[in-house]
């Protein structure tokens, strides 16, 4: 299972961090596969956000939040950390972290097989 949390309301221009934890069966994901973080905004389809390699050695975002947000692995805890700072209020939404099947770091959905339930974002203009 993947347990997101973090999520909340923030002004724009603010900063939250989102974090995903493993248990069961996807503590062997967690440190061997890629992972990833996706959004969902309210009537609107599921896009990627950022993702990494199994190693921490690469890494991808998407184009809307390249240079604002940072994605990191903690091997030690199981974790994976998304950094968000200068949140805009085109942020909003629900983010999910997923695991992928693979090890690299994908910006594709259907590389993903585990999903989290989704923690709510909401920056306020």
């Known amino acids: 299972q993947l347990q997101a949390s973090g999520g909340g309301l923030v002004q724009a221009g603010g900063s939250l961090r989102l974090s995903c934890a493993a248990s069961g069966r996807t503590l062997k994901a967690v440190s061997n596969n890629g992972m990833g973080w996706f959004r969902q905004a309210p009537g609107k389809e599921r896009e990627f956000v950022a993702s990494i390699s199994w190693n921490g050695a690469s890494t991808r975002y998407s184009e809307s939040v390249e240079g604002r947000f940072t994605i990191s692995r903690n091997y030690a805890e199981h974790t994976i950390v998304l950094q968000m700072n200068t949140l805009k209020p085109e942020d909003t939404a629900v983010y999910y972290c997923?695991?992928?099947?693979?090890?690299?770091?994908?910006?594709?959905?259907?590389?993903?097989?585990?999903w989290g339930q989704g923690t709510l974002v909401t920056v306020s203009s």
């Open positions: 997923a695991a992928a099947r693979g090890s690299s770091a994908s910006s594709i959905t259907s590389a993903y097989n585990y």
